[in-house]
Structure formats: C-alpha cells, structure tokens
T-cell receptor, first 113, second 117 residues
Framework: RKEVEQDPGPFNVPEGATVAFNCTYS??????FFWYRQDCRKEPKLLMS???SGNEDGRFTAQLNRASQYISLLIRDSKLSDSATYLC??????????????FGKGTLLTVNP | DTGVSQDPRHKITKRGQNVTFRCDPI?????LYWYRQTLGQGPEFLTY????????KSRLLSDRFSAERPKGSFSTLEIQRTEQGDSAMYLC???????????????FGSGTQLSVL
C-alpha cells in the first residue's frame, strides 16, 4: 500500500462548482498534514496545513480524520484559477525523519468556463 | 528574489554524461532537501541536509548520485553516467528548523528539468 493515496482524478468541473478531494495515509506516525498546489511545470506551493479540528481558508476547507487516516480538501465556488494539481502531503513530527514530506500522486483539477 | 533558486532550469544530455545541478536556498534556512518528480507522480524524497551534514539519503539515490552542501549554504546534486530513467524534474526545497515541527514550512525552487536522450 502506498504511503499516501489520493483520488486519481482528473476532475473537470464548471466554474462555481464545489469539488472535494480525498486522501488516505498509511503511516499512523504521520503528524503533520498539508495540501500543496502545483501548476503545470511549476514547483509545488503550500496551499494550507490541515489541523485536527479542521480548518478553513476562504473557499478552501481541509479536514483530518486521524482514526480513519483520511484527509480531505473542499473547494467551494471554484474559479478558473483553481485549475492545478493538488497534492496531499504528510510528515512525521517526531523521530528520525521528522523533516521528510511524503507526497501523494496528486489530483488534477480543471475548472471550465 | 529571495526564494529558492535552482540552476539550470532545463538540462538536456546524452546517456552516459555527467550532470550537476545547483540549488541556492533561502538564506536563513538551515534545512535543504532534494526531491525528484516524474510525470504524473508526486515529488519523491531523495536526500536531506541539516546545515552542511547530509543526514539521509533515499534508496532511490543510487551510487551514481551524489549531493553536497559544503558550507551549509548552496547545494549541488551530481548524476554520473546518466540513464534515460533519470529524466525527471529535480526539485530543491529549504526550510528553517523550528521547535514546533508543525510550524515548519518548505519552500520549493522552480526545479531543474532533466532530459536524458
């Protein structure tokens, strides 16, 4: 089983739609969780951290379920500029590898006019 | 520009040649990482430096790969005797070690796209 698995996608949605991405992780020692965004041929950029209580940043909402080892990202009122690949990322906070990010394969989102 | 910079942006080489990439991290960042990304995949961890010490190397890094960070500032990644399977985007990232690990954020460079013919 891969350490981080994401919806394979791709997702094609119209502007204004709500879209949700799911991610599961296998390492229960994972303690920090993130969503990164990557535009075509560009570097990944941090979109948001994911906290245990869930968190929201504008149109973006992230949720974490530690018991199920599941992370989600919800985008409301999607914009053309949201078109990108969304990468689910986990990291242990302690132990010898507390610096190492493990990425999922990413889910490609295309928002259409 | 005070972000992570990588050079070159693109490199085309013939199989069997050696290539070297450079990464200049954000100046106050003591942690530096190399990742590799192939088409349709997420970035995969290659190696990690804390200051000038290389603390981990992935099993993905064969003996043909070597990375250095001699003065704890910039880093180089060298691939010897390149193979077609080495074709990928090589990403460098840096961060500053924090007491609370959840507050630590990685910043990536734009990457070096390697094509081995």
């Amino acid at each position: 089983r891969k350490e981080v698995e994401q919806d394979p996608g791709p997702f094609n949605v119209p502007e204004g739609a709500t879209v949700a991405f799911n991610c599961t992780y296998s390492n229960s020692a994972s303690q920090s969780f993130f969503w990164y965004r990557q535009d075509c041929r560009k570097e990944p950029k941090l979109l948001m951290s994911v906290y245990s209580s869930g968190n929201e940043d504008g149109r973006f909402t992230a949720q974490l379920n530690r018991a199920s080892q599941y992370i989600s990202l919800l985008i409301r009122d999607s914009k053309l500029s949201d078109s990108a690949t969304y990468l689910c990322v986990v990291k242990p906070n302690s132990g010898g590898s507390n610096y190492k990010l493990t990425f999922g394969k990413g889910t490609l989102l295309t928002v259409n006019p | 520009d005070t972000g992570v910079s990588q050079d070159p942006r693109h490199k085309i080489t013939k199989r069997g040649q050696n290539v070297t990439f450079r990464c200049d991290p954000i100046s106050e960042h003591n942690r530096l990482y190399w990742y590799r990304q192939t088409l349709g995949q997420g970035p995969e961890f290659l190696t990690y430096f804390q200051n000038e010490a290389q603390l981990e190397k992935s099993r993905l890094l064969s003996d043909r790969f070597s990375a250095e960070r001699p003065k704890g500032s910039f880093s180089t990644l060298e691939i010897q005797r390149t193979e077609q399977g080495d074709s990928a985007m090589y990403l460098c990232a840096s961060s500053r070690l924090k007491r609370v690990a959840t507050n630590e954020k990685l910043f990536f460079g734009s990457g070096t796209q390697l094509s081995v013919l």
